[in-house]
């Protein structure tokens, strides 16, 4: 049964048997790499406990390499934060960080909370004693989930500052990352052996980069996407400290392991949009929409010479008997923009094609009489002769 869960692991993906060999020479996992091999379209919640229980049945230990310690005193982001947050930050401060037999303690109400909770709701016949009694495990199950939740907030703290930059204020990045946090406290199982802080900070991170896919831009971005932007700017980074100079697209290409489309494509998504309500200008009384023309907008001169021709047209055509108006209409697509052949004309009306001709010739001989063609100002004149529609 041991290494069972590695093997399953290994055998959807197989990167991790690289990474569980480089594990077991140096004797740990780093939860980054861990993270790197999660996938937000196929791999469900309970990916990470199952990949930290592979660790485990390795002998090895997971070691979270990027949050900050969260006994470390968060002094530097007051300093450099804002009223509200400040104020939250000192909150938080209060309430004293476990020790590990706190944690397990806490722990285990939770867990024992949880259990009367769905013994409460599956219908059992109890007696009014124990559902007395299962109610007050539950309430000191909740009681205990929230002091580990309250007691965990500056881990949310040290993990949400590291995404400050990305579109969300540090406040609304503290509460994303406080979900992950109460999700962790609620899935976390203190028989794994595994601290609660690397595991918390995996659910905190999920948290937080889903919470930045889904509101820190206009349009949003799979999850997918945006871990692929993450991941981007790290390999940049690395890049950089190792060549001296920004890498070029095939290094980075290569360092990502992906085609350069596919970066084109991930480096296309951080193009931020614009809201043509934009302020522009020293007053601010100007926007960007006052500035961006309308390509497809049609000019005011010309729609309203366009509506007055119709008016001029419907008023002339409305002096032809309903057969000689028809076949003009068709004849110079005045009905749908499609200019008829004679031929097809000539369907319509159950009639040849030379009789529309004759028809036409004289409708038009018609028009072009003073009576009409004087309304039309010149309309007509500046027209073709015939139809643009070839009746070869």
């Known amino acids: 049964m041991e290494q069972r869960e590695a093997r399953e692991l290994v055998t959807h993906k197989p990167g991790l048997g690289e990474l569980f060999e480089r594990g077991r020479g140096r004797g740990y996992v780093l939860l980054s790499e861990l993270h790197d091999h999660y996938d937000p379209l196929n791999d469900d919640s309970e990916w990470i406990d199952r990949a930290m229980r592979a660790v ?232 960007m929409g006052h500035l961006v023309a309308d390509e497809e907008a049609v000019d005011p001169e010309v729609s309203a010479a366009f509506v007055l021709t119709r008016e001029l047209l419907h008023t002339v055509l409305s002096t032809l008997n309903e057969r000689e108006r028809g076949v003009v209409l068709m004849r110079f697509g005045l009905l749908d923009g499609n200019c008829r052949t004679l031929e097809e004309v000539g369907a319509e009306y159950g009639v040849t094609r030379e009789r529309i001709r004759q028809i036409e010739s004289k409708t038009l001989t018609k028009l072009r009489h003073p009576s009409r063609s004087d309304r039309l100002r010149g309309l007509l004149e500046t027209a073709p002769a015939g139809p643009p529609v070839g009746d070869g």
């Open 56 to 287: 485990e049945d390795l002998g090895l230990e997971v070691v979270d390499d990027q949050a900050d310690d969260a006994e470390r005193p968060v002094a530097d982001v007051i300093s450099s934060s804002t009223d509200p947050v400040r104020h939250y930050l000192n909150a938080i401060g209060r309430t004293a960080l476990l020790t590990a037999e706190e944690e397990v303690d806490l722990a285990k109400r939770d867990q024992a909370g949880q259990a009367a909770r769905r013994f409460l709701g599956n219908g059992a016949s109890l007696t009014p004693r124990q559902r007395a009694q299962l109610r007050q495990v539950d309430r000191d199950g909740r009681r205990a989930q929230d002091h580990m939740v309250r007691a965990n907030l500056r881990l949310v703290v040290s993990v949400a500052r590291r995404y400050r930059g990305r579109g969300l204020d540090l406040l609304d990045l503290i509460q994303e990352g406080n979900l992950g946090l109460m999700r962790a406290v609620e899935k976390f199982d203190h028989t794994k052996g595994y601290k609660f802080s690397t595991y918390a900070t995996w659910w905190i991170r999920q948290a937080l980069t889903r919470g930045l896919a889904d509101k820190s831009r206009v349009l949003r971005l799979p999850v997918h996407v945006h871990e692929a932007l993450g991941k981007l700017r790290w390999a940049e980074l690395d890049l950089v400290q190792q060549l001296g100079r920004d890498p070029t697209e095939a290094e980075l290409a290569e360092a990502m392991d992906m085609p350069i489309e596919r970066l084109r494509d991930i480096r296309s998504a951080t193009r931020e949009l614009l809201s043509l309500d934009t302020p522009v200008g020293e007053d601010g009384d100007t926007t």
